[in-house]
């Protein structure tokens, strides 16, 4: 019976581990985009430009949360 307490406290302790992990890489991410956007506009003094590097800044963050939304549910679904 002990055996199986800390089986199950382990398994606890590694989905908290692994929800940390996977949060403080999308913080990463987000960063590295936001980054990136006030790069852009420092670098590229031109409207045209800077908001055209822009706006694929933003898709492509829009497509890592549509990933990430259905990469979360469909883990959420297959665990129950």
């Known amino acids: ?3 199986l307490i800390c089986i199950t406290r382990f398994v ?8 940390q992990a996977f949060y ?3 913080l ?3 960063a590295i985009h936001f980054a990136a956007v006030f790069f ?5 003094p031109e409207i045209l430009k800077a908001g055209v590097l822009t706006v694929c800044l933003f898709v492509s963050l829009v497509l890592l949360y ?11 679904c297959v665990r129950w």
Do not use: N
């Open 28 to 30: 990463g991410v987000l």
């Open 40 to 44: 852009v506009w420092l670098a590229f």
């Open 1 to 3: 019976m002990h055996s």
């Open 24 to 26: 403080t890489f999308i």
């Open 12 to 19: 606890h302790l590694t989905e908290q581990e692994y929800r």
């Open 66 to 76: 549509r990933y990430i939304y259905i990469y979360v549910c469909v883990c959420e």
